[in-house]
């Protein structure tokens, strides 16, 4: 492609607003900046949580102190300032509604803006929504469709007042306070999420959703989602992401835990798009998370991401496989384009025997980003007959761009069989000039190209997100021939 | 259809077409022969509209039209298809997938809506026949792992699907061997009408045994030196190019 085209799309991808780039202008309740255990106290005070709560708080709180800021992954970012972040905000309005009569319409409208109209997924896709704006969850909707099949989903902050038997058991039990800096300041400072428990035998007959949004500046999103999955059921979950465009980084700290009991499968989608920061690599959410999930027997656990925003991604949804024949599935698409950096991946631990895990990751770099898949197949000496199946594959486009992948197994069973295939590609120009002559525009080829190195992830999507990430892949994309 | 006034091209600087000059009429074959680096393929890319490409000087029209302000894929849906001399992998990409993007892609440029998934079916199944492709290919990434006489028929069987107005075929022939030809340019013969034209580009007078031109122009040295019939590619044969210098 001659200098020309080139110029023509960076001048389109440089007009290309970020379309999520608006800010909901609701009066918001915002703590002055700074962390201390008053703050964490206070945080807990709002929130109305009771005295064990608070004291789980400050000791997650009294450890990340004494922690230090985990520096190994491949990516380059100016550390954030903890004392410079408002650890709580939360708009203005009455939390808890009963129908969406009652939300008030500048949030509605918000709703609308990012695609979800509440009351068409409510009457169409049968999703039963829970919006978190900010920290706080609002309109949690179709509680009374999943109360009669004894399905609790609701905001963590709800589950810590009404099922403190439940969160007290699970909470931390994946995914403990020590386990790293992030999750340490998470269990401090949660804002909200999503709780979920599934009862023994019951599928859930539709599928969990959550949105998020981080909307005012200078303030981090820590939230925390807990779903658990009682013996034999069944529940596919899913999560996806927006945040208006910023100047200075914003901090996004998440932590996930899953548990699935025997027999149970737990499905966890995930299409996050926070903004990227510039085309210069100014601005952009960090999105440092930590999710994983423990199978007990014959459970299973598939997590499925489309990973486009974020200046800074950095995180390994993994499975636990402690119960015998439990099966582990992780499907990624991470995007990165001007100055994105991304690192990456899963972790499948095997313990019990006759476990299975299957990783397909297929990565995309452009403009001047870097993208790592870093992996991690642990098969322990008592897990006999355990089975892996990796793939890593990395579509690069121009030559500003990098990819990488740290891939690592660990294998202390002899019985083990364990599969790792890569594949390196780029989108050259030959390749558009040939779609080009066929018919098809160079927006239309990338589109055309991409889809087809991700399908095999995209096809783990449920349907409604499907369409989404296919957008999604195709505008993160734009303006970035090589 | 088709004529180039003057036409002056280079690359990097270099001046590869040194004014050629050549009309094409509905319902013709042309073929273009010459020695390595004569510019031949610089000549098919230019009037695809490869932007590597720069023209200083003269046109290139189609029916009437100056092609040079318009994007190779604007061009393709006037109806110029290249078939490449290296065509290249997709990988991820069907083999019908592909196509179906650039049949749709065709018809918005023209107003229409896409083509229905029934009659699609039915053109490719047609197609395929006509070029003895095995349906399996179909679902294989395009020209993926693909032999060179693979690759030469997928292109046939594109210009097949297109349907375009003025074939480009850029040396279609190497790589093939004689019963790899014989369908090839039977798919090609097939294809050719009152309303459509083919221009040859070509080392070999072999291919023109099989697809008879009605013209044949030698390129040397980024001109057009000399054309004539069909007698003219048997006398190529014997003589060589050095009697033209």
Redesign the interface.
């Known amino acids: ?2 200098k ?2 080139e110029d023509d799309l960076k001048k389109e991808l440089e007009t290309k607003e970020y379309e999520y780039g608006f800010y909901t202008d609701i009066e918001s309740d915002k703590f002055p900046v700074g962390l201390n255990e008053d703050v964490v106290i206070a945080i807990s005070k709002k929130k109305n949580e009771p005295a064990w709560m608070t004291e789980w708080r400050l000791d997650a709180f009294r450890i990340w102190k004494e922690m230090t800021e985990p520096e190994w992954a491949n990516v380059r970012y100016t550390k954030p300032s903890f004392q410079d972040i408002s650890y709580y905000s939360a708009p203005k309005q009455k939390p808890k509604l009963n129908s969406l009569d009652e939300v008030d319409p500048e949030l509605l409208k918000t709703f609308e803006k990012l695609g979800i109209s509440i009351g068409e997924q409510k009457r169409l896709s049968n999703v039963a929504v829970d919006i978190v704006m900010d920290s706080v969850s609002v309109a949690t909707t179709f509680k009374k469709t999943l109360n009669e099949r004894g399905i609790i989903f609701c905001p963590i902050s709800e589950a810590i007042q009404n099922h403190p038997e439940l969160v007290k058991k699970y909470m931390g039990s994946i995914v403990p306070k020590t386990d790293n800096f992030y999750a340490a300041l998470n269990s401090a400072v949660f804002s909200d999420g999503s709780f979920c428990y599934i009862p023994k035998g019951v599928t859930c007959p539709m599928e969990l959703s959550t949105y998020f949004r981080i909307n005012e500046g200078g303030t981090g999103q820590f939230e925390r989602t807990l779903l658990i999955a009682d013996e034999g059921s069944y529940v596919s979950y899913l999560e996806g992401c927006t945040a208006p465009a910023r100047d200075e980084n914003q901090l996004h700290a998440a932590v996930v835990e899953l548990i699935a009991l025997d027999g149970a499968e737990i499905k966890y989608s995930t299409v996050q798009n926070w903004f990227p920061g510039d085309k210069d690599g100014k601005g952009g959410v960090y999105n440092f998370v930590t999710k994983r999930g423990l199978c007990e027997k014959n459970a299973k656990i598939s997590w499925t991401q489309v990973e486009t925003g974020s200046a800074i991604t950095w995180k390994y949804p993994s499975c636990i496989l402690k119960g015998d024949n439990s099966v582990g599935e992780f499907y990624s698409i991470a995007v990165t384009n001007n100055f994105q950096q991304a690192d990456t991946g899963t972790k499948m631990i095997h313990l019990g025997n006759n476990t299975k895990s299957t990783i397909i990751s297929k990565g995309i770099s452009a403009g001047h980003s870097h993208n790592s898949y870093r992996g991690l197949v642990q098969i322990s000496p008592r897990a006999n007959n355990a089975r892996n199946f990796s793939q890593c594959d990395s579509l690069l486009m121009g030559d500003k761009c990098g990819a990488h992948t740290f891939p690592y197994i660990e294998v202390k069973n002899k019985s083990a069989q364990i599969e790792h295939e890569a594949t390196t ?1 780029k989108i ?1 120009e ?2 558009l ?10 927006e ?1 080829a990338i589109a ?2 991409v ?5 095999e992830v995209l096809n783990k999507l449920p349907m409604e997100f499907a369409v989404e990430a296919q957008k999604l892949l195709e505008i993160s994309l734009e303006g970035s021939v090589g | 259809m088709l004529k180039i006034n003057n036409l002056h091209a280079n690359i990097n600087g270099k001046e590869i077409l040194k004014g050629i000059n050549l009309e094409i009429k509905a319902g013709e074959v042309h073929a273009i022969m010459g020695p390595n680096g004569s510019g031949k393929s610089t000549l098919a890319s230019v009037i ?5 490409f720069e023209v200083t000087e003269g046109s290139v029209e189609l029916n009437g039209e100056d092609l040079s302000e318009f ?3 604007v061009r ?2 006037k109806g ?3 078939s ?1 001399q290296y ?8 083999v019908t ?3 179906k ?2 049949i749709n ?2 018809r918005k ?1 023209k107003g229409m809506g896409e083509l229905p998934a029934k009659e699609l079916l039915q053109m490719i199944r047609e197609k395929a026949d006509l070029l003895e492709i095995d349906r399996k290919f179909l679902s294989r ?1 395009l020209n993926e792992g693909f032999s060179g006489g693979e690759k030469k028929r997928n292109e046939i069987f ?1 210009m097949a699907m ?1 349907e375009p107005q003025l074939a480009i075929l850029d040396e279609t022939d190497s790589g093939l061997d004689i019963d790899a030809l014989k369908v090839v340019a039977n798919g090609v013969n097939k294809l050719k009408s009152e309303k459509n034209a083919v221009l040859l580009i070509t080392h070999y007078q072999r291919l023109l045994d099989y697809i008879v031109p009605d013209f044949v122009h030698v390129l040397y040295n980024g001109k057009i030196v000399k054309s004539g019939g069909k007698e003219l590619a048997y006398e190529l044969e014997e003589k060589g190019y050095d009697w033209l210098k």
Request: with cysteine.
């Open positions: 492609m001659g020309f085209t590609s050259g030959d390749q000039f040939y779609c080009n002559q066929r018919g098809i525009n160079t239309k055309l190209i889809n087809g190195f991700g399908k | 695809a509209g490869k932007e590597d994007a190779p894929e393709a849906h110029v298809f290249l490449f065509p290249i992998e997709i990988p991820g990409v069907t997938n592909f196509i993007t650039a892609e065709t440029a990434s594109q297109l």
